[in-house]
């Protein structure tokens, strides 16, 4: 029997001597820890995949909002239509002391070059739209109403250097 008890003891003191270390234990612990804190991350990250049910209300909300703005658009339009058609654009019609003083300005236009009368003319205190047009009806260009300041403005400075150009064709 003793074999038997020394082959025992013999496999316990193996056995004892397998067993790690206070410093291999403390390691064992951290890997482990690392593990559980990995597959808690895991986990909450699965949990934040959205799902097929999370997708179609997702579907429905974008299809809601793309008739939102359709509807919205369409009435839009429809405001903008109708504002037009209830306020037209008309202008004052000029007097003969616009139309003269728009003659004294053609006058001091016309000695600027073309640079110049493009600045000039882009002062809007100096040269608002009525004397702009009141300068194009002493050129005997009648405008419609619905032409903006710009349009005038680049109408005047092309009359001027046509005017100017036939001129200096004349002269030679």
Do not use: C, W
């Not at 612990?29 to 949990?47: G, H």
């Not at 640079?115 to 009806?137: G, S, V």
């Amino acid at each position: 029997m003793r074999s038997r008890e020394s082959s025992f003891v013999r496999r316990l003191k193996t056995l004892t001597e397998a067993l790690p270390s206070p410093t291999e234990k403390e390691e064992i612990r951290r890997d482990i820890q690392e593990l559980i804190d990995f597959l808690k991350m895991l986990s909450e990250a699965v949990a934040r995949i959205p799902t097929s049910e999370d997708t179609l209300a997702l579907r429905r909300s974008l299809d809601d909002i793309e008739k939102r703005l359709e509807t919205d658009k369409r009435a839009i339009l429809l405001n903008l239509v109708n504002l037009r058609k209830k306020s037209p654009i008309t202008n004052k019609p000029l007097s003969t002391g616009d139309i003269e003083q728009g003659r004294k300005d053609l006058d001091t236009l016309s000695k600027l070059d073309f640079e110049e009368l493009k600045q000039t003319l882009k002062d809007e205190k100096a040269y608002p739209i009525k004397r702009i047009r009141a300068i194009l009806e002493a050129l005997g260009v009648h405008v419609s109403s619905k032409k903006i300041r710009s349009e005038l403005s680049d109408l005047v400075v092309t009359k001027i250097s046509n005017y100017k150009g036939y001129e200096s064709l004349r002269n030679k």
